[in-house]
């Protein structure tokens, strides 16, 4: 008899958690398009002709294919077998060999281990031993190993952009130098971008020297400049913060997005989430708390224990308020007056809560009642796109807490005198530089605000007769206008160093030869502006590769005296365990000689800080891309189709606004794969930008991620996204003010405006722009997954994440739970022995895998969905794919908003009519991030559908794919609960799904050419293949392996060379060697998962199960531990640890709203929805 | 009305069917003896840029197989020599052959030797030989005797079910750790049963070989 499996409703516990707007007002039609995983490809042709033509091709490419396979298959092909000449050292064919460098960057350089194969980098983890690192990467720093083989990257020199060889470029290079020599430097200025690297910052000091009037700018858009500025007043010049979040009770944030893009150390995320660590419910309140005060929803506001919504232009108001009252608290004069030194414009009173008029002043009461109470241990937090002012109110305010020498240690950076890209641009207009060199990945011309100087930056630069950009980006506007084009090493393969934010040196060293020859490092070009010697005609120095001696590159010597510089007692031991470690020991910055800070200078100050009042105004906000931050990643495949951790949008950025600015604009919240369009007009100019509402965002603002819309941007980043810089002013570069009907929505399609005017590939803006959008991909017929409690919930009933999801819908604790679920009608097993007994499926005593996400730590980065993509070879396959639900994403990244089911209109029923959609719950909601991959069940469901058998059971608990068995029937996908398994469509990794192409006229993306579809460049990705992964083919499914090969791997060093180490420690080599099974496990948690050792929180454990000292075992003794759909008693291999929230008590008793807000279980009401027809 | 056809082709469906079995039935059989590992690979002996005989190298002179395949221990690929290695003897060593002269010169111009692969395992699988030749399998078992190797030949099918049988009947391949490089090594020369040895050993050396998809692809 069949049985249809009814799924019981979800317990519902007051609360609402949803993916998209559509779901929340489960708008006809919608549930049905989510339910079918992969939208048909036919229907979603998006035209009849489109159709007609698909089809036709079709008949006629598998007709030519056809034959040509055929043919193709006659001869057995010759492969050869190229040895190494002489042995280098080290590698080992066939095995993965660690290198420790650094990747040089703003506030800190990331330290980093680098997995080559035979001498070619393929993926990246952090460098756990330096101290500036947990062993994580963020996003950014962990694709950046695709850049080195960017098929666009700059590979010859280039002369007013005609290709150009060195010898050119150093001959007018010894002119040049001749004509400085005798001007010391007059007319010479250098721009360089925020990366810490100290050889370069000691090449430019030397440089200064030998050239007095040579002068140094410095700029990055994201930059640190106003930190700077700011502890340079308090503080003495060069001072910078080095924060240890781990020693911090309390946090609060002023618009820093610590967690993200608003980096303030590598290992920020790391030490706050040591503090989230929670085993049993004693330790909730051992929990540090975090306060954040943000405009748009940042992943560190999702964070956050209570989040208030402030306008980005009004943090200085909120942050005065906080320092006021942190100062009544604790009395502190000095923090008194330079709070009150601030004039205001204006007065600021946040968003109105409808149960608590001065909630908004009450906020910051309590706030700073919890800072005082814990100090010493707290700590202000303010975001680098903030004013000076604001920095300067969180360095006085961090003094009156105790802060500074608890969290925060006050180190000397050495200072280098450099100016801003504004004095550049009035230098450059004023006709005062001769020779401009560019060094950095910036693209300033781009960046720079139009009204920087009169006529913008691009004109400005006219006026200088040698521009030469050291870049990797060679079509950047800055490279495009410029006389000279120097072509920039990879940071993976040069000499170079960088430091961590306490200053540890992390020194830079090469993992591959430059892959073009002829591109210089930044410190060899500027030894060669340095050198007196004259370059041209000399023979060009040793690319300084592994595998050449290290002496020959001179970038190596200047590094190696900078190391001897930086070290205390220098020697050669010294510099190879830099080399071996990745970092030197004992070369944290020294700290500063002003011990605290000037209250005075910051009162000073403060009395001069410019305040802007928002009234009745709207503020545009522009902040740094979640993915390609300020631009620089761009052409970065792998960063453009992540999706953006808060709007779930690849391939392009969006303005976000509030649900209720977005009714006002008469903006539809409905759209699924595309969004309308907004006119944005600053100053004049028009921008264009699709729209998204995102819940939880301040109102009457606009936030727009800027960096995209670039003019040309190489093959991946062509005609993505729209620009944002153009619209920013010098005077307040991260937001404008504009009056409310200087935004609207476009009524019709716009052509030929001049937002578009130079852009490739974007001929025209249409009405509704088509977005790549996973907000609503592989949802699981809407069910929530995520659960979470406060710590008084958690305290109250250990249990309590067993009370929440389906599995609340069953009776009796945590035992009779799963003894309830564990009723299955699917006995698995691994055949029959010979005696016809069935098999035991898991049957080896080894190993057992299983993986914990603990969600209490999870920011919803998406690192690991990257580092899965490095490690497993995964494909990009383009935004139009993306759009048909086709990403190839192992882990997908569910972003949940939680809003309260009383006032979402749900008291009258659970549904939410379109036309009494309540837009006013959407303000407040909380956010939660759940990451989901296949969660490797024991009792597959998938494995019970395969025709063929190509997913199948491995003895040790994986659910294996079986690629050359899959037939391609989909199956499997269509019953995996969590919708965790992923078809090729098509063959992206050998099809280029980025171009498109024209078959009769009619334009398709080339994926639908078949074999006349274009090629990847593959010989330069093959480059960055994991070669223990394969490739996978057009027609298979795939999905998580739980990295098979590293296991794999691990399970043959520990058998081989487990016997190996037996046998010549007894010297038995026969049958009285006697192995034990302790010889040849794989050790305790001696394995680590691409996504486990990416997470910069640390929110994943992977282990053997049958270890009980195994992270994985006691992660799982956790109460908080529950599995995905338990009652489907699939029995997964990965369990979760639900979500515990630390809220301030004070603050939830002042307000309903807030205390709906935080946690599920703070609820008193316990809104129970009758279930039916579930099966139990 | 004369009849359209013939009387004899009143036979004609059934000699067309009798036809068509013995060309199916030959064909099944053709394919099943040529389209197999067992004829398309076995005995495949391309000829290599060097003539390098491991019947004097390895037989006559008795060098053993780790002296030029040095990480067969430690890693998945039992590497071929560096140009390097071969120089190290031959700098002295029949000097004026023009076939060492190949070798100077990939040893002084780094450029590599071109070696005619002849075991090819497909890309989707992934053979490890560390794991092999430090659980008791000789180099033999797969490679055949390459010391009586003139020019190395496609020795064993090295199909999916020669790998399978091997790895679920361990013991008819398992012999003592320090015989796994002796090639002319072999139970009953030693005096033993091959299978009494081989289950000895796979019982003392917990030796479980995984005959699951996911041991070898990935």
Known sequence: MKRIWQHPDEKTTGKRYWRSLNQLAERPGTLEARVREFPDGVEALKDEAEAETSRRNFIKLMGASTALAGLAACRRPEFAIKPYAKAPEWVIPGKVLFYATAMPRAVSGTPMVVHTFEGRPTHLQGNKLHPDSNGGLDIQAQASVLNLYDPNRAQSFQKAGVKADREEFYKFLDAKKAELAAKQGGGLAILIDEAVTPTRQRLLGELVKKHPQAKIYRHETFGQANVRVAYATAFEAGAAPAYDLSKADRVFSLDCDFMGQDRIGNNATGQFMVRRKADAPEDGPKMNRLYVAEGRFTVTGGMADHRLRVHTSQTLKAAVRLGIAVAELTGDAGLKAAAEAVKLAGSYQGHARSDKADFYSAFFKEAAKDLVEKKGASVVLAGSQQDAAVHLLAIAINQALGAFGTVIQIRQTGSLVAGTLDELAASAAGKQIDTLVVIGETDPVFEAPPDIVAGGLSAALKAVPNVIVHTTRPKTITAASSSWVVPATHYLEQWGDTRGSEGSLAVVQPMIAPLYSGVLSDVELLLAVLSDAPLAGQPAPAPSGPGQPEDTGFAFKAVRATFDAIVKDPSESKWNNALRDGFAAGSAYPSASAAAASMQAIGAALAQAKDVDIGEGLEITFVPCSKIHDGRYINNGWLQEAPDSMSKVTWDNVAIVSVKTGKALGINPFTEDSAEVISVEVNGLKRYYPVLMIPGHADNSVTIATGYGQASAGRVGKGTGFDAYALRSAATPYFAMVAPTAVRKITEKVSGSDAMKGIEGREEIPVVYPLGRTEEHHTMYGRALVREGTVEDWQKDKDFVMQQGTDGHLHGDREAKNAENSYSFYKPAAGNDENGKPIELLNDTLHQWGMVIDLNKCTGCTACTIACQSENNIPIVGKDQVIRGREMHWIRMDRYFATDLDSDAAQNGRKVEKEAWNEDNMDEPEMLVQPVGCQHCEAAPCESVCPVNATVHTPDGLNSMVYNRCIGTRYCANNCPFKARRFNFFDYNKRNPLVENSFLGIKHNSLYSGPFGQRQDTELSKLQKNPNVSIRMRGVIEKCTYCLQRIESARVEARAQGRRRRRLETGHSDEKLVIEDKDIRIPTDGIKTACQEACPAEAIAFGNRLDKDSAVEKWRKNSRNYELLGYLNVRARTTYLGRIKNPNLALLALSKLEKEKVGQGSKTRHVHVQTEGAAH | ?218
């Open chain 2, 1 to 218: 009305m004369a009849n359209i056809f013939p009387r004899w082709t009143n036979t004609l469906p059934l000699k067309i069917l009798v036809a068509l079995v013995f060309i199916g039935g030959g064909v099944a059989a053709a394919m099943n003896y040529y389209f197999t590992p067992k004829y398309t690979r076995v005995g495949y002996m391309p000829s290599q840029p060097i003539p390098f005989s491991h019947q004097i190298h390895a037989g006559q002179l008795g060098m053993d197989c780790r002296y030029c395949h040095s990480h067969v221990e430690k890693s998945g690929h039992a590497n071929i020599p560096t140009a390097d290695t071969c120089y190290r003897c031959h700098q002295h060593v029949k000097t004026n052959s023009p076939h060492i002269a190949k070798i100077k010169e990939a040893v002084e111009t780094g450029k590599a030797l071109e070696w005619v692969k002849v075991h090819k395992v497909p890309d989707y699988a992934y053979f490890n030989h560390s794991v092999h030749v430090n659980s008791g399998v000789s180099c033999v078992n797969c490679h055949g005797k390459v010391n009586e190797m003139p020019v190395v030949w496609h020795d064993q099918s090295q199909s999916m079910a020669w790998c399978l049988d091997c790895h679920r009947n361990p013991e008819k391949a398992l012999r003592p750790m320090d015989k796994i490089t002796n090639l002319d090594w072999t139970a009953e020369s030693a005096g033993k049963d091959q299978k009494d040895l081989g289950e000895a050993l796979k019982k003392a050396w917990k030796i479980h070989p995984p005959d699951n998809c996911a041991a070898c692809h990935r």
